[in-house]
């Protein structure tokens, strides 16, 4: 089968790759990079586990082929801490019990981040709203929502 080159940035980083024509980012992330933040949940683009940002924009990477992030910039979970600091996200996380078995944590967090990053003080309601299609089957979504809401109340301060 003929792979195909593609070029694109991962936090940060430079990745030069050849693929399958249908490989998705999921899989080029998880198995040939080594950034296994991104969870395979349904592989159907329902559940949300695998969201990362495309040029900051949250998407499911289980839906996405890699030869199409071609030039792009990709964030994971991975690339969020600046240095040691854990991002203010995943510090309000812990700190609100909004992570049990973690599955759906990454998703939710990169998710939360592509909002506050457009809307900085977010409402309980914006925050629900966004989150609403990653599938959360632990936590029954309160403490993940207070933990975005504490961030978004600290941005508005
Ligand atoms: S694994 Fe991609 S949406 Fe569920
Ligand atoms: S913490 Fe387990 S799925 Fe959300």
New binding site residues.
Partial sequence: MELVKVRFKVNGEEVNLEVKPYETL?ETLRERLELTGA?????????????VLLNGKPV????VLTPEVEGAEITTIEGLKEGERLHPLQEAFIQHGAVQCGFCTSGMILTAKALLDRKPKADRAQIVRSISSNICRCTGYKKIIEAVEAVSQRMAE
């Avoid at 499911?60 to 839906?63: H, I």
């Fill in positions: 999921l969870k395979e949940g349904c592989g159907l683009g329902a559940c949300g586990a695998c969201t499911r990477s289980c839906l």
